[in-house]
């Protein structure tokens, strides 16, 4: 009923910039914090940006000057803009929404639902 989907991956070089979207689809009252994950093979997936639905944000370390976390409320979209573009980017970029308000029936049966993610975009940086 509620579904999150990614786009804007892609392959581009070091020092290039991408801009990835995450839009949530469905009878939507209101998104929680949304947020970007990464992951490589063998890896642990691991937060890139948050942001709450009152726009404070939060990075990784390792991206902090270089990508934007924003989201359009009324569109129920997340975008992550990302600037200088390191090698060590290259990963499949994940969005997540923590908690969303939706309406399973009626519009007077509103209900939580928890934990929710895209199903990946792929983003390389070559060197």
């Known amino acids: 009923q509620v579904q999150l989907v990614e786009s804007g991956g892609g392959l581009v070089q070091a020092g290039g910039s991408l801009r990835l979207s995450c839009a949530a689809s469905?009878?939507?009252?209101?998104?929680?914090?949304m947020g970007w994950y990464r992951q490589n093979p063998g890896n642990q997936r691991e937060l890139v940006a948050a942001?709450?639905?009152?726009?404070?944000?939060n990075y990784a370390d390792s991206v902090k000057g270089r990508f934007t976390i924003t989201r359009d409320n009324a569109k129920n979209t997340v975008y992550l803009q990302m600037n200088i573009l390191k090698p060590e980017d290259t990963a499949v970029y994940y969005c997540?929404?923590?908690?969303?308000?939706?309406?399973?029936?009626?519009?007077?049966?509103?209900?939580?639902?928890?934990?929710?993610w895209g199903q990946g975009t792929q983003v390389t940086i070559s060197s």
């Open positions: 997540n929404a923590d908690r969303i308000l939706y309406y399973r029936g009626t519009y007077s049966d509103p209900t939580w639902g928890y934990d929710y």
């Open positions: 469905g009878r939507i009252a209101s998104i929680n914090s």
């Open positions: 942001i709450t639905s009152a726009g404070s944000t």
